[in-house]
């Protein structure tokens, strides 16, 4: 997204803008039905590919993530990966700008 924001974002309308910004929430959204949780979403780990002249974000870097529910995934067909934490403590990993501002007052990640 970093390079991408540097060289083609400013080539993009308010509305194609919009889109992409769409996608990226839908992106979040659709590992949040699966009961996964990001944890360090930040503009690094956006990744945007051209095709066919269309934009597509992928959401990258899972390695801070939270699986809060195993059941979930398993109910889905999606081997694990080694995502084995399900239990409700954290620790505050990922970059401090882009961390969920419960984490900073001792609480548990949330959707």
Known sequence: MLEFAAIGLSALDQVQRIALFL???DAVALAHAV????KDIKPA??????VNQRL???????????LLDLGQ????????????LTDDTD??????HYLAPELFSGSVATV
């Open 23 to 25: 996608q990226i929430v």
């Open 73 to 84: 995934l398993e109910s889905l067909g999606i081997t694990r990966l080694g995502m084995t």
């Open 91 to 96: 620790s505050i990993s990922g970059t401090p």
């Open 45 to 50: 780990n956006i990744l945007i590919e051209s």
């Open 56 to 66: 597509h974000v992928r959401i990258a870097d899972f390695g801070s993530a939270r």
């Open 35 to 38: 009961g996964v949780l990001h």
